[in-house]
C-alpha cells in the first residue's frame, strides 16, 4: 500500500478496515472490536494523525500472528478532537454498534479516562489504554480496567531525580504547566526530592501555551538552579524556555519528560532555530525507533511500515507518540490472548486480571529488559539526551524503575 503525505494525513482514522476473512466459531463472534479515540483534528491533531495508522499497522501484524484464539480483530478509530466528552461519546457508541465484541478502548487523555471511569461497570466494562500517564490511573482498586503503558508521571520524575542525583546535582527547578498534566508529580516529586537530599528552588507555574517567557526566564535565572524539569507541555512552550534561558545564558541542564521527548519536534526546532537544544535530556519509558538492535518487535514494525507506509512519515520512522500507542496495544492484546488460552471468557474483569498477571514480560524491543505490570503500569524508563548534530536523542542512564 502506497500513500502520499496527503492521503496519510487525510485518512488517518480511516487506517482501521478489517484485514482478513472472519473465523466463524461457536460462542465467540466472528470477530473481535477494539475501538480507539485519537486527536485527528484540534490542537494535538499532528500527534493524533501520525498514530492512527499505527493502529492499522497493529491490526494487520494482530491477525497475521492469528488474531485473539484464532479470531479476527478490528481497529474502530474515530476522531475526538481531543475533547474528552467526544471521546465518551465515542466509547458509547462503539458498545452500543458492537456489543460483546468490542472487547477494548483506546483513550486519548486524561481528561478521557477520568470521565469514562465511571462507566466501565457491569456490561459497560473494558480493558481501557490511553496516551495517558496520569499518576492517579495507577491504582486496580480505584481504577480496575484501566493501565499505563510505562512510568506515571510521578515515576518519570523519580527517574530523572534519580540520575540529577547520580550526576552530583543538587539544586532543581521545576516549571510545569498550569493544567491537571502539568501539575500532576508535583507533591510527589517534592517528597523524592526530599528523600534524595535535592533541594527545589523554584516552582514556576506557566501558561501551557503563549506563556510569558522572558518573566519565567527571569525567575528562573534568579532562582540559582543547576536543572530544570519541564512538566505539562507537548509542543511550544518548553524549547521557547529553553532557548530564553540559551539567550540569557543560563548555563542549566534541563529535563523533559515523555510529551517532550519526540525526535520530530527536536529536528524541527532545530532546523528553525538552531542547535540550542544541545544536551537537552528526558526520560522516555521506551528504546527509539531507531535502536532496534536485539529488538525484534521493532524490526517486525519497520518491516510492516515500509510496506504500508511507503512514502509517508511513518515510512522509516515511528513516533515516540505511536510507540507508546503500540505498546498499549501489546499489552492489551497480550492480556486478551492470555484469557482465552485460558479457556475464559473475554469479560473485563477475566482480561483486568490476566493484565495485572503480566510478568517478566519479553516484549521485544520497547524496554531493556523483561518488566512486569505493577499497579497497573509498568515503571521502567531511562533518561536521554538530544544531539542537534545526528539528531538523535541516546541514552545516558541506564534503565531506571521505580
Same mark, same amino acid.
Given at each position: 500500500? $502506497?500513500?502520499?503525505?496527503?492521503?496519510?494525513?487525510?485518512?488517518?482514522?480511516?487506517?482501521?478496515?478489517?484485514?482478513?476473512?472472519?473465523?466463524?466459531?461457536?460462542?465467540? #463472534?466472528?470477530?473481535? &472490536?477494539?475501538?480507539?479515540?485519537?486527536?485527528?483534528?484540534?490542537?494535538?491533531?499532528?500527534?493524533?494523525?501520525?498514530?492512527?495508522?499505527?493502529?492499522?499497522?497493529?491490526?494487520?501484524?494482530?491477525?497475521?500472528?492469528?488474531?485473539?484464539?484464532?479470531?479476527?480483530?478490528?481497529?474502530?478509530?474515530?476522531?475526538?478532537? *481531543?475533547?474528552?466528552?467526544?471521546?465518551?461519546?465515542? *466509547?458509547?457508541? &462503539?458498545?452500543?454498534?458492537?456489543?460483546?465484541?468490542?472487547?477494548?478502548?483506546?483513550?486519548?487523555?486524561?481528561?478521557?479516562?477520568?470521565?469514562?471511569?465511571?462507566?466501565?461497570?457491569?456490561?459497560?466494562?473494558?480493558?481501557?489504554?490511553?496516551?495517558?500517564?496520569?499518576?492517579?490511573?495507577?491504582?486496580?482498586?480505584?481504577?480496575?480496567?484501566?493501565?499505563?503503558?510505562?512510568? $506515571? +508521571?510521578?515515576?518519570?520524575?523519580?527517574?530523572?531525580?534519580?540520575?540529577?542525583?547520580?550526576?552530583?546535582?543538587?539544586?532543581?527547578?521545576?516549571?510545569?504547566?498550569?493544567?491537571?498534566?502539568?501539575?500532576? #508529580?508535583?507533591?510527589?516529586?517534592?517528597?523524592?526530592?526530599?528523600?534524595?537530599?535535592?533541594?527545589?528552588?523554584?516552582?514556576?507555574?506557566?501558561?501551557?501555551?503563549?506563556?510569558?517567557?522572558? $518573566?519565567?526566564?527571569?525567575?528562573?535565572?534568579?532562582?540559582?538552579?543547576?536543572?530544570?524539569?519541564?512538566?505539562?507541555?507537548?509542543?511550544? &512552550?518548553?524549547?521557547?524556555?529553553?532557548?530564553?534561558?540559551?539567550?540569557?545564558?543560563? #548555563?542549566?541542564?534541563?529535563?523533559?519528560?515523555?510529551?517532550?521527548?519526540?525526535?520530530?519536534?527536536?529536528?524541527?526546532?532545530?532546523?528553525?532555530?538552531?542547535?540550542?537544544?544541545?544536551?537537552?535530556?528526558?526520560?522516555?519509558?521506551?528504546?527509539?525507533?531507531?535502536?532496534?538492535?536485539?529488538?525484534?518487535? *521493532?524490526?517486525? +514494525?519497520?518491516?510492516?511500515?515500509?510496506?504500508?507506509?511507503?512514502?509517508?512519515?511513518?515510512?522509516? +520512522?515511528?513516533?515516540?507518540?505511536?510507540?507508546?500507542?503500540?505498546?498499549?496495544?501489546?499489552?492489551?492484546?497480550?492480556?486478551?490472548?492470555?484469557?482465552?488460552?485460558?479457556?475464559?471468557?473475554?469479560?473485563?474483569?477475566?482480561?483486568?486480571?490476566?493484565?495485572?498477571?503480566?510478568?517478566?514480560?519479553?516484549?521485544?524491543?520497547?524496554?531493556?529488559?523483561?518488566?512486569?505490570?505493577?499497579?497497573?503500569?509498568?515503571?521502567?524508563?531511562?533518561?536521554?539526551? *538530544?544531539?542537534?548534530?545526528?539528531?538523535?536523542?541516546? #541514552?545516558?542512564?541506564?534503565?531506571?524503575?521505580?
Amino acid at each position: 500500500m $502506497t500513500l502520499n503525505r496527503r492521503t496519510f494525513l487525510a485518512t488517518g482514522a480511516a487506517a482501521t478496515a478489517a484485514m482478513g476473512t472472519p473465523m466463524i466459531l461457536k460462542a465467540q #463472534p466472528a470477530e473481535y &472490536v477494539l475501538g480507539a479515540s485519537l486527536p485527528l483534528t484540534g490542537p494535538f491533531a499532528t500527534a493524533g494523525q501520525l498514530v492512527a495508522p499505527a493502529f492499522a499497522l497493529a491490526q494487520k501484524m494482530f491477525n497475521d500472528e492469528g488474531g485473539i484464539a484464532g479470531t479476527p480483530i478490528r481497529f474502530v478509530t474515530e476522531d475526538s478532537g *481531543y475533547v474528552p466528552q467526544s471521546t465518551l461519546a465515542n *466509547y458509547q457508541r &462503539v458498545l452500543a454498534t458492537e456489543g460483546k465484541a468490542c472487547v477494548g478502548y483506546f483513550a486519548d487523555s486524561t481528561g478521557a479516562m477520568k470521565l469514562i471511569a465511571p462507566e466501565l461497570k457491569g456490561e459497560n466494562a473494558r480493558l481501557m489504554g490511553s496516551t495517558s500517564f496520569a499518576s492517579e490511573l495507577a491504582n486496580p482498586q480505584t481504577n480496575p480496567y484501566q493501565y499505563i503503558s510505562g512510568p $506515571t +508521571y510521578q515515576d518519570q520524575f523519580d527517574i530523572l531525580m534519580q540520575n540529577i542525583k547520580a550526576a552530583g546535582g543538587s539544586k532543581i527547578a521545576i516549571i510545569y504547566s498550569n493544567t491537571e498534566f502539568g501539575r500532576d #508529580p508535583l507533591e510527589h516529586g517534592r517528597a523524592t526530592a526530599e528523600r534524595l537530599g535535592l533541594e527545589i528552588v523554584l516552582e514556576e507555574a506557566t501558561k501551557p501555551q503563549g506563556a510569558d517567557i522572558p $518573566t519565567h526566564v527571569t525567575k528562573l535565572a534568579q532562582s540559582g538552579a543547576e536543572h530544570c524539569i519541564l512538566q505539562g507541555y507537548v509542543t511550544g &512552550v518548553w524549547p521557547q524556555l529553553i532557548g530564553g534561558a540559551r539567550q540569557f545564558g543560563l #548555563p542549566i541542564q534541563f529535563h523533559g519528560t515523555f510529551w517532550g521527548m519526540e525526535k520530530l519536534i527536536a529536528d524541527r526546532i532545530t532546523k528553525e532555530a538552531g542547535p540550542f537544544l544541545a544536551g537537552y535530556q528526558g526520560v522516555m519509558p521506551y528504546r527509539y525507533f531507531y535502536d532496534r538492535e536485539n529488538a525484534p518487535r *521493532y524490526e517486525q +514494525y519497520a518491516a510492516l511500515s515500509k510496506a504500508m507506509f511507503a512514502g509517508t512519515p511513518l515510512e522509516n +520512522y515511528m513516533s515516540t507518540w505511536a510507540l507508546q500507542a503500540m505498546c498499549g496495544l501489546e499489552l492489551a492484546m497480550k492480556a486478551l490472548r492470555d484469557t482465552a488460552e485460558a479457556g475464559k471468557e473475554l469479560t473485563a474483569d477475566n482480561v483486568a486480571e490476566s493484565l495485572s498477571g503480566i510478568s517478566d514480560w519479553d516484549s521485544g524491543g520497547f524496554f531493556g529488559g523483561p518488566v512486569s505490570m505493577n499497579n497497573n503500569k509498568i515503571g521502567t524508563g531511562r533518561v536521554y539526551e *538530544y544531539a542537534p548534530d545526528t539528531g538523535l536523542f541516546t #541514552p545516558v542512564s541506564d534503565w531506571l524503575s521505580t
